[in-house]
């Protein structure tokens, strides 16, 4: 993707029912995921496959959570409001 990571902190751990998701296309997942936060980095974002039309940073502004894919919705929420440092 074109960056390269600094400092990482952590942020949480999403895992569990919440996380499982059936797309409209059909296919179906139960993620889990152990996530940080990287405010370090070098390089500018690449799009790298076929998938992306577009790649770039948001302001905590700009982002709508209900338009972010249902298994890490929650997870950009807590991001946004720096609740917890535990998702569940």
Known sequence: M????G??????????????YIYPNGDE??????VYLCRDWK??????????EDL?????????PDMI???IREVIRKFLTAEVLSCG
Do not use: W
């Not at 074109?2 to 990571?5: C, S």
């Open 2 to 5: 074109g960056l390269e990571a």
């Open 56 to 64: 770039r940073f948001f302001t905590r502004d700009e982002i709508n």
């Open 7 to 20: 400092a990482l902190e952590f942020f949480c751990v999403n895992s569990g029912p919440q996380t499982h």
């Open 43 to 52: 390089g500018e974002p690449v799009i790298a496959d076929g998938e992306m």
């Open 29 to 34: 997942v139960s993620n889990f995921k152990i």
């Open 69 to 71: 894919s249902p298994p």
